[in-house]
């Protein structure tokens, strides 16, 4: 599910709140750091597990309208389409997602969190693409599957009374959300008629071993070269204050510097498009062009050093 790119954002945000404390615990830090990780595991189970939730309430809405005093004939022969959708059915009988769903105390079943689905699919149930797929004469996997993903797309996702319950329960998750949404829609069009209970979900790591190597590593070499990174970007921004290069550029340049003496198997391009890649995002607009020119700087001079060390061919480029 994780990716290096965003193993090093989680590295930025925890160390962007790490030099802003003073006399800051990094293994508090640290710690916060495999927290927040996990936090957006939890996320990813939270969008998969809404799904289900919607087809109950579609379920409970048909079971209601067969009791009212004089049903008509739609309410006495519905239309199950979304209550029967195959994907659905699948998310409900599967075993992992509710394996990880108990194990992390993870579920939609307080009042709150009720209410808040009743209106996700009251809004859902009057969306175009829901009535498109409702009334359309189509009834197979695949018609099912990309409603599923285009009501995830441009209903789910951004309900904006999601948005404000998501911001409530953690900081992090506004972050998060996009790498979350792209990963519940990849596990959706992944799913095919052959699969059952015993379906796998994504896992949070490709390679846990590797992935959780490398933060640590960055993280910690990062903080204990402090003071000699420091030195570097002073000496390349002589022509800047450094107490007016704005945090987040200086903690940038930082995690770049590091990756490149660190890692001996991480291109020095990769590192280097990675962290302009970040600074797009994280930082001001401007950040790209000086990051990238102090970065410029820097590789020549740790090479010349011989502190940028890389073992395979390459990857000095």
Excluded at 97 to 108: G, N, T, V
Excluded at 134 to 152: I, R, S
Excluded at 236 to 241: G, R
Aim: negative net charge; contains cysteine.
């Amino acid at each position: 599910m994780l990716n290096r790119r965003h193993l090093r954002i989680k590295a930025l945000q925890i160390l962007y709140a790490f030099y802003q404390t003073e006399d800051a615990d990094y293994a508090k830090s640290e710690k916060e750091l495999f927290a927040s990780i996990e936090k957006m595991y939890d996320l990813y189970i939270y969008f998969l597990l809404i799904f289900e939730e919607l087809g109950d309430f579609s379920n409970e809405r048909i079971e209601d309208r067969k009791l009212r005093k004089r049903p008509s004939d739609h309410d006495l022969n519905p239309n199950r389409k979304f209550v029967d959708n195959r994907i659905i059915s699948i998310l409900k009988i599967n075993n992992e997602l509710k394996a990880k769903s108990e194990s992390r105390k993870i579920d939609w079943n307080s009042a709150v969190k009720k209410d808040l689905l009743k209106k996700m699919f009251l809004a859902v149930s009057e969306s175009e693409i829901y009535e498109s797929y409702m009334n359309n004469d189509e009834n197979d996997f695949a018609d099912d599957k990309n409603f599923l993903v285009e009501l995830f797309k441009t209903e789910i996702a951004n309900f904006g009374l999601l948005h404000d319950f998501l911001e409530d329960e953690t900081i992090y998750w506004q972050d998060d959300i996009d790498l979350v949404c792209s990963m519940v829609i990849k596990t959706l069009r992944g799913f095919n008629e052959k699969d059952d209970e015993y379906t796998n979900i994504l896992p949070l790591y490709k390679d846990e071993e590797d992935e959780v190597r490398f933060v640590e590593c960055l993280m910690r070499n990062i903080v204990d070269n402090d003071n000699e990174n420091n030195d570097l970007i002073d000496k390349l921004t002589k022509n800047w204050d450094l107490e007016r290069i704005a945090k987040m550029d200086i903690i940038i340049l930082k995690m770049a510097i590091t990756e490149l003496c660190v890692f001996p198997s991480i291109p020095v391009k990769v590192s280097l498009n990675e962290y302009i890649e970040i600074a797009k995002f994280y930082s001001s607009p401007q950040s790209k062009v000086f990051i990238n020119g102090v970065l410029d700087k820097s590789i020549i001079v740790l090479q010349n050093e011989g502190k940028i060390k890389k073992t395979g061919r390459g990857l000095l480029t």
